[in-house]
């Protein structure tokens, strides 16, 4: 054990606008061994997500943020290669908050307030238990099913829907009865979401500046029941303009906004609430920890007959992380942003 | 009959910015004579409210825009003075959709689209069923109760506190085991707020650029729990930085936007809802009127049991409308605006 090193990547300092690499520092450390009632974990693919953008800002929000010099906050897959907990196992699969670095070392009292869970590779791929299985899924569940409550017939628009939680939200939709329409940049990710994963259609928001409009207008003829948001800004007011009578808004995130040096950019036709007994309502997935559960075997089975599909963008390689997680916000990822770590 | 006048005020243009008298046209036309099932009633007095503005503007929204060259709409107290219908009798008082003139000729198809009820002046004063027992106390009703939800201990608090709605809103809140913060305008309706109608405290939002922040700061030490948005503005993003988790933000109006000729001011703080998993929702009265009956019997009991109170600003005669309307944009009333018209 004291033979292997443990490279890790911490936030150097806090950015302004798109971070870079110059935020971070790579150390190398010796793997140490846990202590009674902890596990180490051999990291082996990291889920990176636009929340981690939000985690390098100081101050308060839904979760603490990420000190300086602390190793980066990430979740991820890895496999137990030492455990003083009755819970784990040697080579037992789990998802825990593990990261960024090749190896966790997760005391009891981590473990139990953060949660470390044994995950079953029969029910979905690793990069699956970090997409449609994992967080982005769960997230997608539950503030589809339980804050946008979607009723057969109704029409579903998702952003970043070719992302990991619009791809969920979209799946599940449609399974639900609902017509979809997702919004994506460039055309490849929309044949994507509509061939592939059967949305009835796309808008390509990269298309002109009149492309979100004229594509609501065009796919949703009887407004917007309810919009799952993850980037605000314009395409959040966009859609506000066409909401249907009681409508319900998701607020997930606001990609479009966590790169701002300046205000965030509020909803300007927030008042179409009032005028179409709309509402916008926030959700954060680890309030729903107690029922991910029976979230995996449902969307486990629906990956299992095939009625639902995931794709993950795959990056290897932890010195990488800086450039990978930029292109969360440019953009660039297609599908699920996953940093494979180790085999 | 024929020997009686009908003063009427008409949409003369529709408004950039605040309405002026410019903007209106003063008629006199003889009265008519009900048709068959038609009733004629003589305004006695008229509310005046802030959604009047939005109603003048071109465009969509919760109702139709009141069209050029036609009598403004507005709800009103008034007197039946002769009836083709035999739901109402000559002396009767009612409400209803009167219009800003001193005599309306309601046809039947009208009584039965908009309504036109009867109301009992032992229940309330005419200012009263015009404030408390009228629009502004339903709006106050359903939106605080139904979308608002308060449970016992939950701070509540409410803009435009002594206002019409929010005089309302505010006193509902305290019978309902709330602790109530108003946000208003200057020292006299603070006191009047907290003395008379017992608020547990009031920010006169005049008395300095962060005196809405150092107040809630100081009267909501457990953050918000329920905002009942009267203005939005400047106002709504300051309350939304303090939501409680769990916030429920009613969006009734924003006032401070409608005289606005540039786009309405988004709120930049939205992402305070996903933070503290709230909501904000719109709500429009109208979708009510099935049950104002049940609002009316509670309200009145608190109105006879002395545990709510009401204040009415009264302006007299119908030729000083333009001005009168402009009162509540610069918040010049203090309490439920009323327009007398005749006795």
Redesign the interface.
């Given at each position: 054990m004291s033979t292997l090193t443990n490279r890790q990547v911490r936030l150097a300092k806090r950015p302004e606008g798109a971070a870079t690499r110059d935020d971070w520092q790579f150390t190398d450390e010796p793997v140490g061994e846990p202590a009674e009632g902890g596990v180490l974990v051999q990291t082996l693919s990291l889920s990176l997500d636009p929340a981690m953008r939000g985690w390098m800002n100081e101050g308060?929000?839904?979760i603490a943020p990420v000190e300086i010099g602390a190793v980066m906050r990430a979740g991820g897959v890895g496999r137990v290669v030492a455990s003083r907990n009755p819970a784990f196992a040697v080579g037992d699969t789990v998802y825990g908050t593990l990261g960024v670095q090749q190896y966790a070392l997760i005391p009891q009292e981590e473990i139990q307030r953060n949660g470390l869970v044994k995950i079953d590779l029969r029910a979905g791929t690793i990069g699956q238990w970090l997409n449609v299985l994992g967080m982005p899924g769960m997230t997608g569940y539950f503030g589809l099913m339980d804050v946008g409550q979607p009723k057969p017939g109704e029409t579903v628009v998702v952003s970043g829907a070719a992302g990991a939680v619009g791809q969920t939200v979209g799946q599940l939709a449609k399974i639900k009865g609902c017509r979809v329409v997702g919004i994506a940049g460039g055309a490849a990710k929309c044949d994507w979401v509509v061939k592939e994963l059967g949305f009835d259609a796309c808008i390509d928001y990269k298309a002109g500046p009149l492309a979100v409009r004229e594509g609501l207008k065009a796919h949703c003829p009887k407004g917007v029941d309810i919009y799952f948001d993850n980037v605000?800004g314009d395409i959040l007011?966009t859609v506000l303009a066409k909401l249907a009578r009681g409508a319900r808004i998701i607020?997930?995130?606001?990609i479009s906004?966590y790169n701002n040096t300046t205000?965030?950019?509020?909803?300007?036709?927030?008042?179409?609430?009032?005028?179409?007994?709309?509402?916008?309502?926030?959700?954060?997935v680890f309030?729903y920890a107690d029922r991910y559960g029976e979230a995996v075997a449902e969307l486990s089975g629906y990956l299992k007959d095939g009625r639902m599909k995931s794709r993950e963008d795959v990056v290897e390689g932890i010195d990488t992380f800086p450039e990978a997680l930029g292109r969360l916000f440019t953009g660039e990822n297609f599908g699920k942003l996953v940093l494979k770590v180790s085999d």
């Amino acid at each position: 054990m004291s033979t292997l090193t443990n490279r890790q990547v911490r936030l150097a300092k806090r950015p302004e606008g798109a971070a870079t690499r110059d935020d971070w520092q790579f150390t190398d450390e010796p793997v140490g061994e846990p202590a009674e009632g902890g596990v180490l974990v051999q990291t082996l693919s990291l889920s990176l997500d636009p929340a981690m953008r939000g985690w390098m800002n100081e101050g308060k929000s839904y979760i603490a943020p990420v000190e300086i010099g602390a190793v980066m906050r990430a979740g991820g897959v890895g496999r137990v290669v030492a455990s003083r907990n009755p819970a784990f196992a040697v080579g037992d699969t789990v998802y825990g908050t593990l990261g960024v670095q090749q190896y966790a070392l997760i005391p009891q009292e981590e473990i139990q307030r953060n949660g470390l869970v044994k995950i079953d590779l029969r029910a979905g791929t690793i990069g699956q238990w970090l997409n449609v299985l994992g967080m982005p899924g769960m997230t997608g569940y539950f503030g589809l099913m339980d804050v946008g409550q979607p009723k057969p017939g109704e029409t579903v628009v998702v952003s970043g829907a070719a992302g990991a939680v619009g791809q969920t939200v979209g799946q599940l939709a449609k399974i639900k009865g609902c017509r979809v329409v997702g919004i994506a940049g460039g055309a490849a990710k929309c044949d994507w979401v509509v061939k592939e994963l059967g949305f009835d259609a796309c808008i390509d928001y990269k298309a002109g500046p009149l492309a979100v409009r004229e594509g609501l207008k065009a796919h949703c003829p009887k407004g917007v029941d309810i919009y799952f948001d993850n980037v605000g800004g314009d395409i959040l007011d966009t859609v506000l303009a066409k909401l249907a009578r009681g409508a319900r808004i998701i607020i997930c995130g606001a990609i479009s906004q966590y790169n701002n040096t300046t205000p965030v950019q509020g909803p300007k036709n927030y008042l179409s609430l009032l005028v179409n007994r709309a509402r916008m309502q926030g959700m954060v997935v680890f309030d729903y920890a107690d029922r991910y559960g029976e979230a995996v075997a449902e969307l486990s089975g629906y990956l299992k007959d095939g009625r639902m599909k995931s794709r993950e963008d795959v990056v290897e390689g932890i010195d990488t992380f800086p450039e990978a997680l930029g292109r969360l916000f440019t953009g660039e990822n297609f599908g699920k942003l996953v940093l494979k770590v180790s085999d």
